[in-house]
């Protein structure tokens, strides 16, 4: 059967449907709401001064990649272009969060306050994704790519933390606190988090990288609720579990939460050390581990990839692996071993005045520049 209102009835029945709408979006506000931590970030910015003899090296290398690498938009993945992209890898002029992060970090590092607020809000034109950080981005086509990273995303919002602790502000608190709710109702439910999050197809990852147990920046989130320390507690107890022993005393790989199991596969050598790393912040980095590192650093043979059982999986160097075992003995005030380790990092830097890429890191014949090593090297810079 058919009813038909009369025209003051239909508007009424409108204005009530308005209001419910109206009602509806000012709850979806109030939920979307987040408080941030009572206590002010601490922790984040560097206090030692271990690198100030290196000041020539690390501004050469700042005059390179402001030069090479940075843009408007981001920072070039490679300092070369590639005329083909590939699915699997950023390459070429292609951009990543992740470097966006740690340019971030820098100028937040080196006081460069309007730099730093310019850069994030470009950072967010470029990589938001519905809150999230799109792990890469292609200035060619300007193809945003749906996922994040889980440890991208907290690298920047680190940075934002490193800026409020820094200046003695309140300026990024409440959108770093945000986007953190962001990641915790998609990477980070209920303690679990995971690599990535898909905003379209609103599916998430099962498996976490240990190298994304940013736990120094989890902890400042989570540590003034019962829930939060319960979901922290979680996090420490899979990552430290990832222990292979002490014949190899670093890291396995990730971790899958459905089988409740550890990946047997090889190490990335820089994903290994990020997690060595984010366990030296939090002061619970075994004496197994750092001894290994101190003979790799003294030997310099820190190779580039190992199996679970020690042996080199990919052979050659890099100046990234050297800057994160100097930012490991940073974190362990061992002045020595830092400047052993960043000893290594300049040896890799390129130094002729008549090259496109002298003052980066990086091959003189072929000019491959990666801007995951340069930036690696030039926050390690300034511990």
């Not at 679970?308 to 490991?328: F, Q």
């Amino acid at each position: 059967m058919t009813v038909t209102y009369s025209k003051p009835l239909r508007r009424y029945w409108w204005l009530i449907g308005l209001l419910i709408a109206l009602m509806g979006l000012s709850g979806c506000r109030q939920q979307t709401t987040v408080k941030p931590p009572k206590q002010a970030p601490s922790g984040f910015v560097v206090t030692t001064n271990y690198a100030a003899d290196s000041k020539q090296q690390r501004q050469r290398l700042a005059n390179f990649i402001k030069r090479g690498l940075l843009t408007k938009q981001g920072l070039y993945t490679n300092y070369l272009d590639t005329a083909k992209r590939t699915t699997a890898t950023a390459s070429g002029h292609e951009m990543l969060s992740e470097s966006s992060g740690m340019w971030l970090q820098y100028l937040a590092t080196t006081h460069q306050w309007a730099q730093f607020r310019q850069f994030y809000r470009q950072t967010k034109t470029t990589f938001d994704e519905k809150g999230l950080f799109s792990y890469r981005y292609d200035p060619r086509t300007k193809k945003r790519y749906s996922v994040n990273a889980t440890l991208d995303d907290l690298r920047v919002i680190r940075a934002l933390l490193t800026y409020d602790e820094a200046r003695q502000t309140t300026h990024y608190r409440q959108e770093a606190a945000q986007r953190y709710q962001t990641l915790a109702q998609t990477t980070i439910k209920n303690g679990h988090l995971v690599d990535y999050y898909d905003v379209h197809s609103h599916k998430a990852a099962t498996t976490a990288s240990l190298a994304y147990f940013d736990m120094q920046t989890l902890k400042y989130f989570e540590q003034e609720t019962k829930s939060g320390r319960q979901a922290y507690h979680k996090q420490l107890i899979v990552l430290k579990g990832g222990y292979l022993g002490d014949v190899f005393p670093l890291y396995a790989k990730s971790y899958q939460w459905t089988t409740a199991t550890y990946s047997s596969g090889n190490l990335n050598t820089s994903e290994a050390l990020e997690t060595l790393l984010h366990l030296a912040e939090i002061k619970q980095l075994k004496a197994t581990s750092r001894r290994w590192l101190i003979q790799r650093v003294t030997k310099r043979d820190l190779a580039n990839g190992y199996t679970t059982s020690g042996t080199v999986s990919v052979g050659g160097e890099s100046a990234a692996n050297y800057a994160l075992a100097a930012a490991i003995f940073a974190q362990l005030h061992d002045r020595k071993h830092y400047q052993l380790a960043m000893k290594n990092v300049w040896r890799l830097q390129v130094d002729q005045a008549d090259s496109a890429i002298d003052g980066g890191i990086g091959d003189v014949k072929t000019k491959q520049v990666y801007s995951y090593s340069n930036l690696t090297a030039l926050n390690a810079a300034f511990y």
